[in-house]
């Protein structure tokens, strides 16, 4: 929709889209609010677990318990169950500080007044694909070599000799080149797209009630309990777009790992 | 406020793919940053706490088992001793039963022995008392014999009657007499 278009009707019902996320910085900084809940959300994970752990005891208390459930969690059954028993431990902190940084950041989409899934911001979904990309290639290349690790992503075991001019190209995509782009645009597109339904439905219900009348004042009201209810699905999306996306780390490096493919 | 955004989103609508360096750049830091924090202050010591627990369970249980091999000897001994006891005190019965039968026996061998000595003196009494009275006798009656003797030689003896009376009045004196000298 012509944004100028919009201008002239003032009237008319002006869809939430990509302007939305194009927040101006505080006092023409150029801070801009995800930048922000971005640190924000650094510094809530980080005192958690150190407020949790800081006072550790054999018997935990409330607190410590509920960051040993978090922890554990990641530990156990994504960086253990994935990576397996002898290499997971160098990057269960990564994992964890991913985890629950990706996950914070998707729950302010729905504190209120936060309201800003940071990752809704592509560049910063970019950033983690990015070092994610890094990260399970340079311990690939580290495991197994350059051409080794290659060899690895690139050439299926079991697979006859004339395939593989077909297959080899393929498995380079995507494994090397495809990777970071899906991990980046999944995180992205669901914590974009969720903060855009939210928004159409609050402003189309508001428009509804305002502009409309008549069956407006009673389409407007569902239209506002509809949010509510997409609000606590965006909750689940956030979780598991956290989840998906430690996950698949945890899988990438455990592939770069792997003896045989 | 709307329709200021409206223009500012109109003044250069941004592709929402796009690719913004501050943030991509600000994203990294601040992840590396709590990557290195949590990496440091966290997850050592989230480990250090389970390996702290495992440790502590598996001494718990160990000490357990210690404490339950010692209470398991700590029973046979005392089984064991409880035996002893009982076999000490059945040995300890038999000697005193075999004892007290041997004192008995040794009483009873002393007491016979004791018996037989009274006896033996009682009778060697009797026999020491019957000498005298056979010596003091034997001299009694050669005295009678001789007084009788005499009484016979003094009467006149030709008289068959006479002796007879004699005898007869001496034996009545002998009776009246020992009756009195045999006591």
């Not at chain 2, 039963?97 to 060697?124: D, L």
Request: no cysteine; glycine share 8%.
């Amino acid at each position: 929709m012509n944004p100028l278009a919009m201008v002239v009707k003032a009237d008319e019902f002006e869809a939430p889209g990509p302007s939305n996320f194009d927040l101006p910085g505080f006092f023409d900084s150029g801070v801009t609010k995800p930048m922000v809940l971005l640190v924000l959300a650094a510094a809530l994970v980080f005192a958690f677990f150190y407020l949790a752990i800081r006072r550790a005891t054999i018997v935990p208390g409330r607190l410590q318990y509920a960051g040993e459930s978090a922890y554990g969690m990641v530990r156990n059954s994504i960086a253990r169950d994935i990576i397996g028993g002898h290499d997971f431990r160098k990057f269960v902190p990564y994992l964890v500080t991913l985890f629950f940084f990706v996950l914070v950041n998707n729950l302010f989409g729905s504190i209120p007044f936060l309201q800003f899934p940071t990752f809704a911001r592509a560049s910063m979904a970019y950033a983690l694909a990015a070092m994610s990309w890094v990260l399970y290639n340079a311990v690939g290349i580290k495991r197994h070599g350059l051409v080794g690790y290659l060899k690895l992503q690139t050439v299926p075991s079991g697979v006859q000799a004339f395939m593989l001019p077909l297959l080899v190209p393929l498995e380079f995509f995507s494994n090397i080149l495809v990777r970071p782009v899906t991990l980046a645009l999944r995180l992205f597109a669901n914590m974009f797209a969720g903060h855009i339904l939210l928004l159409l439905f609050a402003t189309g219900g508001l428009y509804l009630i305002q502009h409309v009348g008549g069956i407006g004042y009673a389409a407007g009201p569902v239209a506002w309990v509809l949010s509510i209810a997409i609000g606590f699905l965006e909750i689940l999306v956030q979780f598991l777009q956290a989840y998906v996306f430690t996950l698949l780390n945890a899988m990438y490096l455990q592939g770069a790992l792997a003896d045989e493919h | 406020m709307k329709s200021m955004l409206i223009v500012a989103a109109a003044e250069h609508e941004e592709n929402p793919l796009g690719f913004v360096w501050v943030e991509f750049v600000l994203a990294l830091v601040v992840f590396g940053i709590l990557l290195f924090l949590i990496g440091k202050f966290v997850t050592p010591r989230f480990e250090q706490t389970y390996h702290e627990r495992t440790t502590a369970i598996e001494g718990g249980l160990a000490a357990a088992e210690s404490k339950q091999a010692e209470a398991d000897a700590k029973l046979a001994e005392l089984e064991a001793q409880l035996a002893d006891a009982r076999h000490e005190a059945a040995r300890i019965r038999e000697e005193a039963r075999e004892q007290g039968a041997q004192i008995v026996a040794e009483m009873r061998e002393q007491a016979q022995s004791e018996a037989s000595r009274i006896v033996e003196h009682g009778k060697a009494q009797i026999e020491a008392e019957r000498q005298q009275a056979v010596t003091s006798l034997r001299a009694e009656v050669g005295g009678l014999a001789t007084s009788l003797a005499g009484r016979i030689v003094g009467e006149s003896l030709d008289d068959d009657a006479r002796q007879s009376r004699v005898v007869e009045r001496f034996l009545a004196d002998l009776e009246t007499g020992s009756g009195a000298g045999a006591n």
